[in-house]
């Protein structure tokens, strides 16, 4: 079965950036081209939020107009790892992170991890 594994987290100053990978195995072929890959965020008290995601077919990239201009997207299909780089934070990008596959009726989500920005 397919499984998706997230590490980078943590805690940074405003204004730092950090960088979340999440790497998938368990799937006989590239799950990267096979399926969408995004990354959702929710924070205590609020709504899941889908902050991007990137189509392998095409390379088109979305992003939440929070995020628009300070985090990116890529994908590494041959180690099949999906990146999200975060420039600019602020505090109100503090959130669990999931990385998240999807399409053809199935989703598969990674454990999540912390991202806290604070002074």
């Known amino acids: 079965q397919l499984q998706l594994v997230q590490s980078g987290g943590g805690l940074v100053q405003p204004g730092g950036s950090l960088r979340l990978s999440c790497v998938a195995s368990?799937?006989?072929?590239?799950?990267?081209?096979?399926?969408?890959v995004g990354w959702v965020r929710q924070a205590p008290g609020k709504e899941r939020e889908g902050v991007s995601c990137i189509s392998a077919s095409d390379g088109d990239t979305y992003y939440s107009d929070s995020v628009k201009g300070r985090f990116t997207i890529s994908t590494d299909v041959a180690k099949n790892t999906v990146y999200l780089r975060m420039n600019s934070l602020k505090p109100e990008d503090t959130a669990v992170y999931y990385c998240?596959?999807?399409?053809?009726?199935?989703?598969?989500w990674g454990q999540g991890t912390q991202v806290t920005v604070s002074s």
């Open positions: 998240n596959l999807f399409g053809r009726g199935r989703d598969y």
């Open positions: 368990g799937f006989s072929g590239s799950a990267l081209d096979y399926f969408q």
